[in-house]
């Protein structure tokens, strides 16, 4: 006999739309236009949900899974810092939360080509300074390599917030540095030493190692996505290239993306993983 | 008397395995509304119907015609009918249904009859009652009678006012009936528009009552008028246009019939049911038709149970106050 009583408040809403859907969780509402807009053909047997953050998207999600029998909830999180094996395990039978092979979902709207298309049609001045495709590659690895001491103390922020969630279960977490707030070496340097309260000359050396690793995923960008954030990404491109709303850029980028051919990863993780086990 | 609907087990029927739905909050308080959402084909329906069906055996001794073509099937609902926990059951029981100390039911169709004394006490009320003159709202006052068992109302998911007019009008009834359940037919006794043409011929001073209060109902400047001539119900619009009630739209139409049929049916600490409840509905309305459910509840203390697909009225009228009927 299955009992039917009140439920916590954010399960009931997702529920209630839900109806017979699968259940696919998401960190923010970005993430949730995107993948709506991917794959709308879908939508009558899947809804995504944001949760604003990974501890929603965990928690709920749990919730789902521990009291419901047919487990037709998951997860798609950005990889953030994580390893590769971390993400190939989230891959594994039977698993509920996908990471995502490059840093966050923006990072799949960054394709050189795509992206070129769109800024050349908006301005066609544009190919100016960048005359092609290969060009907006430079270009993009140019903006990862001038992001790459905030993304390094943003990795010292990951690796500190999971460390203190480890031994005491506490998820009060450090900020990472806003988009937007991309300051200098060295202011960057003085901030996270005060955060992660340690002097400066031994902040400096930890964000220099970090740096070191960042600069290996730097020979191209596929690789470079997977350790630099889309979203400062996004924001430089459209800060330098674009002028326009953040927002118009993002879409004219989702839409270029379903119009091209939809990542690949995600594809594998909708269509197989979540889609597929909602059929069977 | 008060009777409150505390959950509803159903086994086998429809589309239902086996669930058992809990009518009271965390702390066991009896939800005063409750919102049933659920994909298509997950039994909200079948829930209104069992629960309809199984209250038949108060009235009657035996369960309404849903229940008894599913042989098969059990059901069983928990009320508390003032301070008495009571059991109501259709079928042979499964192993883990706990009955109430006080309960009656059927264990097959017209075979066992089982009950215990306060059944009998409430089956004769309920027979002293049915069919006499009742304290409709808007019929005229309400029986000061300590004893006066509530009602169940329901409204089926189709609803919509027919034409009726001329020797179709029937005259109004405003007897007493354990389970109203609204009919959308033409010869329907209790149609609005019968209702309406009837009281303005024989009871003018209610009639001018109740078209006060379908006036003040505020369908965007809509008035009420009854052509004696023409034996009918016509609405004005606000620009001076002028049609049949049952040209109302489908939306106006769900609303309508909604608070009409409880401002003349609605006894206080009855149990209502109401099924798609949004039925075309647009947001505004259905915020309005959710507040004025809560504002007539707070004047005749009743038990409203919703199904619906909107989330506006999970938004109103609370998410605890929600179940999800679909597995999940």
């Given at each position: ?16 739309k ?12 970005k993430?949730?236009?995107?993948l ?8 009558s ?30 997860g ?10 971390e993400?190939?395990?989230?891959y594994l ?7 995502l ?12 080509k ?11 001045d544009?190919?100016?300074?960048l005359?092609?495709?290969q060009d907006m ?13 905030i ?15 480890q ?18 070496r060295?202011?960057v ?27 290996r995923y730097l020979t ?11 979203k400062r ?5 459209n ?20 119009l091209?051919?939809l990542p690949n ?8 993983r ?5 059929r069977? | ?15 239902i395995?086996?669930i ?9 308080k ?28 108060l ?5 309404g ?5 599913k ?7 928990d ?34 009859f ?5 059944y ?6 309920i ?12 019929s005229?006052?309400?029986w ?6 509530p009602?169940l109302i329901y409204?089926?998911h ?6 009726v007019s ?7 009834d ?7 359940r ?7 006794p ?10 303005d ?25 009854v ?15 002028e049609?049949?009630l ?5 939306g106006?139409q ?5 608070f ?58 609370g ?10």
């Amino acid at each position: 006999m299955r009992i039917i009583s009140s439920l916590p408040p954010e399960l009931t809403d997702l529920l209630f739309k839900a109806g017979a859907r699968a259940i696919v969780l998401v960190e923010g509402d970005k993430d949730c236009d995107v993948l709506r807009d991917w794959f709308k053909k879908s939508l009558s047997q899947m809804e995504f949900f944001a949760c604003d953050g990974i501890s929603n998207l965990n928690k709920w999600l749990e919730e789902l899974l521990n009291r419901g029998t047919l487990k037709r909830a998951y997860g798609i999180t950005d990889r953030d810092f994580r390893s590769d094996a971390e993400v190939d395990d989230s891959y594994l039978q039977g698993s509920h939360l996908f990471i995502l092979r490059r840093y966050a979902l923006e990072n799949y709207l960054l394709e050189p080509k795509p992206l070129w298309e769109v800024l050349t049609l908006r301005d066609p001045d544009i190919k100016i300074s960048l005359p092609d495709e290969q060009d907006m590659e430079t270009r993009l690895l140019e903006i990862c390599r001038a992001l790459k001491h905030i993304v390094a103390a943003n990795w010292l922020y990951f690796d500190e917030n999971k460390a203190q969630y480890q031994s005491s279960g506490q998820t009060a977490r450090l900020e990472y540095f806003k988009i937007g707030h991309d300051h200098d070496r060295h202011i960057v340097i003085k901030q996270a030493a005060k955060q992660l309260k340690c002097n400066e000359d031994d902040c400096e050396k930890r964000i220099a190692e970090r740096e070191e690793i960042i600069e290996r995923y730097l020979t191209n960008l596929n690789s470079a996505h997977q350790v630099i954030d889309g979203k400062r990404i996004l924001h430089w491109v459209n800060n330098d290239h674009f002028i326009t709303g953040r927002d118009y850029l993002f879409r004219l980028l989702t839409d270029r993306a379903r119009l091209r051919g939809l990542p690949n990863d995600i594809v594998k993780i909708v269509q197989d993983r979540i889609l597929g086990s909602a059929r069977t | 008397m008060k009777l409150e609907l505390r959950s509803v087990r159903i086994k086998n029927i429809g589309p239902i395995d086996d669930i058992k739905i809990d009518f009271f909050n965390a702390s066991g308080k009896t939800l005063p509304v409750c919102v049933i959402g659920g994909a298509n084909g997950s039994g909200k329906t079948t829930v209104l119907e069992v629960i309809a069906s199984l209250a038949e055996i108060l009235q009657t001794g035996k369960a309404g015609a849903f229940l008894r073509s599913k042989t098969n099937g059990y059901a069983q609902a928990d009320l508390l009918i003032d301070e008495y926990d009571f059991s109501i059951f259709f079928g042979t029981s499964p192993s883990d249904a706990e009955l109430k100390k006080e309960h009656c039911g059927e264990q097959a169709e017209g075979i066992t009859f089982v009950s215990t004394p306060l059944y009998a006490d409430l089956h004769q009320r309920i027979e002293n009652q049915q069919g006499n003159p009742s304290p409709w709202r808007l019929s005229g006052t309400y029986w000061a009678v300590k004893n006066l068992v509530p009602s169940l109302i329901y409204l089926p998911h189709s609803r919509s006012l027919e034409p009726v007019s001329g020797q179709q009008i029937h005259k109004e009834d405003a007897n007493y009936s354990f389970i109203h359940r609204f009919q959308t037919v033409r010869k329907f006794p209790g149609s609005l528009t019968s209702y309406l043409i009837y009281l303005d011929y024989a009871e003018p001073e209610q009639f001018s009552d109740v078209r006060n209060f379908l006036n003040g109902l505020n369908f965007d400047g809509k008035t009420f008028h009854v052509s004696r001539k023409a034996l009918d119900v016509s609405v004005k619009t606000a620009n001076g246009r002028e049609h049949s009630l049952h040209e109302l739209s489908s939306g106006e139409q769900n609303l309508l019939i909604i608070f009409t049929e409880l401002r003349r049916k609605l006894l206080p600490g009855s149990v209502v049911l109401i099924d798609e409840i949004e039925n075309s509905l647009h947001p505004a309305y259905q915020h309005r038709l959710a507040q004025g459910l809560l504002a007539l509840q707070r004047e005749v203390p009743y038990q409203l149970i919703v199904t619906t697909h909107a989330p506006a009225f999970v938004e109103i009228f609370g998410k605890e106050s929600t179940r999800i009927l679909t597995p999940f």
